[in-house]
T-cell receptor, first 117, second 114 residues
Framework: GAVVSQHPSWVICKSGTSVKIECRSL??????MFWYRQFPKQSLMLMAT?????????EQGVEKDKFLINHASLTLSTLTVTSAHPEDSSFYIC?????????????FGPGTRLTVT | AQKVTQAQTEISVVEKEDVTLDCVYE???????LFWYKQPPSGELVFLIR??????QNEISGRYSWNFQKSTSSFNFTITASQVVDSAVYFC???????????FGQGTTLQVKP
């Protein structure tokens, strides 16, 4: 149990276009999901906390108008990279918090590799 | 502010050697959680262990063991008799009991040579 999926697993897009990444909790409802970004050979950095039915909370330095997060249901959060540029090329990973568990129970998706040309 | 430091950027060992990955953390929280994750080349994070701040008991799981010492704010990870399949990037992480946000260390790349 506690499986989190991401779609797509990889995407290539042209500079200036927008890309949407989906994060789904397949067998549980997640009131909170997190979005992380990982540049090559670097660590994971938290971008934002996504709460179902409310606005996302962004970490300092993350442009909320560029990285649109929508958590419309208890099993789906989406990250849209708007007007993508080559510097947005990265590995994006989501995690979902198991609702009835302790606050530390988080499950990660397999990640989405974004390449902007 | 919370911080996780993994001072070892890269470690290379020969198969069957033991290896210890260091992790030092900083937090003002009294309740917090520590984690280790493995990230193979595929990129998917593999959960290894979770430890809360009130449980300083060391843990052993097969060839893996963890040493949590609150006095030195360290949570070190040892692989005994390393194998080639252990080659990966290993991340230590810290989360607040309030927010659940994970703060990751810089990661240690472990290469196990045959």
């Amino acid at each position: 149990g506690a499986v989190v999926s991401q779609h797509p697993s990889w995407v290539i897009c042209k500079s200036g276009t927008s890309v949407k990444i989906e994060c789904r909790s397949l067998d549980f409802q997640a009131t909170t999901m997190f979005w992380y970004r990982q540049f090559p050979k670097q660590s994971l950095m938290l971008m934002a906390t996504s709460n179902e039915g409310s606005k996302a909370t962004y970490e300092q330095g993350v442009e909320k108008d560029k990285f649109l997060i929508n958590h419309a249901s208890l099993t789906l959060s989406t990250l849209t990279v708007t007007s993508a540029h080559p510097e947005d090329s990265s590995f994006y990973i989501c995690s979902a918090r198991y609702p009835r568990g302790r606050i530390d129970e988080q499950y990660f998706g397999p990640g989405t590799r974004l390449t902007v040309t | 502010a919370q911080k996780v430091t993994q001072a070892q950027t890269e470690i290379s060992v020969v198969e069957k050697e033991d290896v210890t990955l260091d992790c030092v953390y900083e937090t003002r929280d009294t309740t917090y959680y520590l984690f280790w994750y493995k990230q193979p080349p595929s990129g998917e994070l593999v959960f290894l262990i979770r430890r809360n701040s009130f449980d300083e008991q060391n843990e052993i799981s097969g060839r893996y063991s963890w040493n949590f010492q609150k006095s030195t704010s360290s949570f070190n990870f040892t692989i005994t008799a390393s194998q080639v399949v252990d080659s990966a990037v290993y991340f230590c992480a810290l989360s607040s009991s309030n927010t659940g946000k994970l703060i990751f260390g810089q990661g240690t790349t472990l290469q196990v040579k045959p």
